[in-house]
């Protein structure tokens, strides 16, 4: 990344993200902003010592945030911005997060939903905005339908539903499932998944993962709790019909009955595995209809609000 202009030791964007991001979502975000920055930049991963001098810091998570204002206040007299993916358990209320984030320049949420549940809550509506994730339509082409398999791009996590996976696998044996992830085998019930003859799972690099979505004609969300998913705008950019939970950005990105459908969380198996079968015979261009969530336009909205 950039040094500082000679003379100053200020950069202009210091992302912080926790240590665990290295190579993950939460360090990819502040790489694809930072890299479309004209000035000086770096990502630092929450280092226990001061972080250096700024004029505008982007912690990539709130937790990092709220301990950091505590003990370097005077972040606070730069700008501070926060990227706010999804509720988690914290060792702080919620009065104490409403505090520090009234303190912020700007908490930027990753949905609609999450926005207006900390509206309620008390943040000041000035101190908050939506920015919806982001997917490279150079790396993620379009393709056309046809192909008959549903997908699925998610890391394993008790909150990406496995069970519900497990029993759509199960009930529409005349489909086939493509899971492209990380860490599936610690699911207590991978085995039996994998033994569905309707089942595939993949563990590739990033840069292969288009040349999966290549095959999806579905693309399946089903977690319980979301900021995103970017996997599911990068499925829409490969024109594959989500059928996705009603968490995070979904509602912002998905037109029932017309660029895909949404479901409640907690909805059946049935109520899905239907939903998935109307997706088959969908003939909107769903490329067209999050063709704008680019990163270039993502990174440009956000360092706007450094010079706001």
């Not at 999450?114 to 000035?126: R, S, T």
């Not at 409640?264 to 998935?276: F, K």
Request: aromatic share 12%.
């Amino acid at each position: 990344s950039p040094a500082p202009a000679k003379g100053s030791s200020i950069h202009d964007w210091i992302f912080n993200t926790p240590q665990e991001s290295k190579g993950w979502i939460l360090e990819a975000i502040c790489r694809e902003i930072g890299t479309r920055h004209q000035g000086s930049w770096n990502i630092v991963y929450n280092p226990k010592q001061d972080l250096p001098a700024a004029k505008n810091y982007f912690f990539s998570h709130y937790w990092n945030y709220l301990d950091r204002i505590q003990k370097q206040p005077k972040i606070l007299e730069s700008n501070c911005f926060i990227w706010h993916t999804h509720p988690r358990p914290i060792p702080y209320s919620i009065q104490e997060q409403i505090a520090g984030y009234n303190k912020a320049t700007k908490v930027i949420f990753t949905c609609s939903d999450f926005l207006n549940k900390w509206l309620v809550y008390g943040i000041e509506p000035q101190r908050a905005c939506v920015v919806l994730g982001a997917a490279d339509p150079q790396l993620f082409h379009t393709h056309t339908r046809g192909s008959g398999a549903i997908g699925l791009s998610s890391s394993f996590y008790a909150r990406k539903n496995p069970d519900l996976l497990l029993s759509l696998v199960k009930s529409l044996p005349h489909r086939r499932f493509v899971l492209v992830g990380k860490g599936w085998d610690e699911y207590h019930r991978f085995p039996e998944l994998l033994a569905c003859k309707n089942f595939e799972y993949h563990t590739v690099k990033y840069e292969d993962y288009p040349r999966l979505y290549a095959g999806f004609d579905v693309f399946l969300s089903l977690a319980v709790l979301e900021g995103g998913p970017i996997p599911l705008i990068e499925s829409m950019m490969c024109n594959a019909v989500p059928v996705a939970s009603r968490t995070g950005f979904a509602p912002d990105l998905i037109t029932h009955g017309k660029n895909g459908f949404i479901f409640d969380v907690g909805s059946s198996p049935e109520v899905i595995a239907d939903l998935i079968e109307k997706a088959f015979h969908v003939t909107t261009d769903v490329r067209s209809t999050v063709i704008q969530y680019d990163w270039d336009t993502f990174a440009r909205t956000i360092l706007s609000l450094g010079n706001s």
